[in-house]
């Protein structure tokens, strides 16, 4: 840190005392600084320092700045999820900014780095099942049902791993691990047991070795969906 007879540190609290008192007119590398901690509500923090002498060190700032900084970016990467009606799914599997497990998962295996992109795919929405179907011309949402079983429900991702009676033998492993692990569980349901089987890490803690029976049941049955066309 700069002592206090320091020529450039003078100069930068009168310019930050400046910028408090007249921020439009003043331009600068300084300026445009003062400008991006009030776009993420920093600024006050400088104030603070600047009226009661109380400074925060460098590595207590950097941290500052750093988390800050990076809700300001969740924020907006949730924001930006939301706005896309088939990453409805995706929003409530995937919590954070950070590779998907199932790309960690093909990083340790590679061997199931095509299983783990049909994953990927029905996370986001954007594989061959009827769920997306009529979502914006009601008068073809019959086409959203699921035309292999005899339930009358729309072809959802969760209709198609959990509940399509065409895939019940096939889904075996998955509703196994289930009754094994989270039947008589109160905070995950069979509906949110989806979000486990897609990667949600929160709602219950999964080994890498359950993961790869999620993932190959589900390719499993993936296959013999798209079998039945």
């Given at each position: 840190?700069l002592?206090?007879?320091?020529?450039?540190?003078?100069?930068v609290?009168?310019?930050?005392?400046?910028?408090?008192?007249?921020?439009q007119?003043?331009?600068?590398?300084?300026?445009?600084?003062l400008?991006?901690?009030?776009?993420?509500?920093?600024?006050?923090?400088?104030?603070e320092?600047?009226?009661?002498?109380?400074?925060?060190?460098k590595?207590?700032?950097k941290?500052l700045?750093?988390e800050?900084?990076?809700k300001?970016?969740h924020?907006?990467?949730?924001?930006?999820?939301?706005?896309?009606?088939?990453?409805?799914?995706?929003?409530?599997?995937?919590?954070?900014?950070?590779?998907?497990?199932w790309?960690?998962?093909?990083?340790?295996?590679?061997?199931?780095?095509?299983?783990a992109s049909?994953?990927?795919g029905?996370?986001?929405d954007?594989?061959?099942?009827?769920?997306?179907?009529?979502?914006?011309?009601?008068?073809?949402?019959?086409?959203?049902?699921?035309?292999f079983?005899?339930?009358?429900?729309?072809?959802?991702?969760?209709?198609?791993?959990?509940?399509?009676?065409?895939l019940?033998?096939?889904?075996?492993?998955?509703?196994k691990?289930y009754?094994?692990?989270?039947?008589?569980?109160?905070s995950?349901?069979?509906?949110?047991?989806l979000y486990?089987?897609?990667?949600?890490?929160?709602?219950?803690?999964?080994?890498?070795?359950?993961?790869?029976?999620?993932l190959?049941?589900?390719?499993?049955?993936?296959k013999y969906?798209?079998?039945l066309?």
């Amino acid at each position: 840190m700069l002592p206090c007879s320091s020529i450039y540190k003078r100069l930068v609290l009168l310019r930050i005392t400046m910028y408090m008192h007249d921020s439009q007119n003043m331009t600068g590398p300084l300026a445009n600084i003062l400008r991006i901690s009030k776009l993420h509500n920093l600024f006050g923090r400088v104030c603070e320092a600047i009226n009661t002498g109380k400074v925060m060190s460098k590595g207590q700032w950097k941290k500052l700045v750093k988390e800050t900084l990076w809700k300001s970016e969740h924020n907006r990467w949730t924001l930006s999820c939301h706005l896309y009606f088939n990453l409805d799914t995706y929003t409530q599997v995937i919590t954070s900014i950070e590779p998907c497990i199932w790309w960690k998962l093909a990083k340790i295996y590679p061997g199931v780095s095509k299983k783990a992109s049909v994953m990927v795919g029905l996370l986001t929405d954007e594989y061959a099942i009827l769920s997306r179907t009529g979502c914006y011309d009601k008068s073809l949402q019959s086409q959203r049902l699921c035309k292999f079983c005899d339930r009358n429900e729309i072809e959802s991702v969760w209709h198609f791993i959990l509940n399509c009676d065409a895939l019940s033998d096939l889904r075996q492993p998955i509703v196994k691990w289930y009754q094994d692990n989270l039947s008589t569980s109160m905070s995950v349901g069979w509906h949110k047991f989806l979000y486990v089987i897609l990667g949600n890490d929160h709602l219950c803690q999964v080994s890498n070795e359950d993961r790869l029976v999620f993932l190959g049941t589900t390719f499993t049955m993936y296959k013999y969906r798209m079998s039945l066309h």
